[in-house]
């Protein structure tokens, strides 16, 4: 199943699982609409040939939705009967905290074997260095803010570009540092308002006539990212500010081949790590090597922004 938000790369992952149990002869059925789907029985029978040329498709071909039923004992129940009814014995869920937290609760009321699959841009999960649609949502947001760019200088005008990062900054730093950004507002950096302006006054006195301030939706230094630009706009007055919120178009479109090489790899792991007998378990990426981590440990371990990478910014921005 593919549970909560969607992420390019997701297709890739279901295309992968399926056809790593027609290779080790398991029978694999498709979940629709995440537990949404568990909890109504609306189950597909999935084969090989089900998914071909879903790999480069963006979205989940499985559809994907946020069920407040299976927060309840009643819901999971339900999921679990409709789990039996089909003889399914084990299950690979592909998502991100949130859908890893339903994961875990329904392990411990009924001990059913679960593989997850981390699902999400925003790249949040702990053991794993990538998540599935990150790479590409990077990319989406690098061409966009270029795009911006060329506006941004034609007019001599200053941009501010939300990106998607609610609790995470990686696609707004990297995306910022890759894009040439000449500041970028992250939720684990609270910079402040007065380094903000103190850095676009610098940039207006070596000569710069445009520039382009990447703000990732969670950051701290203002309500929302108008207010942000309200603010700018009120005190530096020669600045020509506008706003760009990329929002949902970083979630779309084909994935990287980084997100298909990935999820390819994910998905036949995590089928093998259930054929080994194994449970409660998160597939992910360190040192380009495919490890497993208890899901437990996904969910609470956190995220750290890369520090090297944020000094890097701060020379950039030079």
Not at 93 to 102: A, C, E, K, N, R
């Amino acid at each position: 199943m593919t549970s909560g938000g969607d992420a390019p790369g997701m297709n890739a992952a279901i295309r992968s699982v399926v056809r790593a149990c027609a290779y080790y002869r398991v029978s694999c059925v498709g979940i629709y609409r995440g537990y949404e789907g568990l909890i109504e029985g609306d189950f597909i029978e999935l084969t090989a040939r089900s998914v071909n040329n879903i790999i480069n498709k963006g979205g989940t071909v499985l559809k994907s939705a946020r069920s407040q039923e299976f927060r309840t004992k009643e819901g999971r129940a339900k999921a679990f009967e409709h789990l039996q009814e089909n003889e399914i014995e084990a299950m690979v869920v592909i998502g991100g905290d949130g859908s890893f937290t339903g994961a875990v609760i329904f392990n411990e009321e009924y001990n059913f074997p679960i593989i997850g699959i981390p699902g999400t841009i925003d790249n949040d999960i702990f053991g794993t260095s990538h998540t599935l649609g990150y790479d590409t949502a990077l990319n989406t947001a690098v061409e966009a803010i270029d795009k911006i760019r060329d506006t941004a200088s034609s007019h001599n005008r200053l941009f501010f570009v939300e990106v998607m990062g609610r609790d995470a900054g990686f696609i707004a730093l990297n995306a910022g540092v890759g894009a040439g950004a000449e500041e970028i507002l992250i939720p684990e950096e609270d910079l402040g308002l007065d380094r903000m302006l103190e850095s676009l006054k610098k940039s207006r006195r070596t000569g710069k006539s445009s520039s382009i301030v990447v703000v990732a939706e969670g950051d701290k230094s203002g309500k929302n990212v108008y207010e942000l630009a309200q603010y700018v706009e009120e005190n530096l007055p020669e600045y020509d500010v506008r706003v760009s919120v990329l929002g949902h178009m970083q979630r779309g479109g084909s994935p990287s081949c980084f997100d298909r090489v990935l999820a390819s790899r994910l998905g036949v792991k995590s089928v093998e790590l259930l054929l080994d007998g194994k449970t409660n378990l998160m597939v992910g990426l360190k040192d380009n090597e495919v490890i497993s981590t208890s899901i437990a440990e996904a969910i609470k371990g956190g995220h750290s922004i890369n520090q090297e990478l944020l000094r890097v910014s701060d020379i950039m921005t030079t």
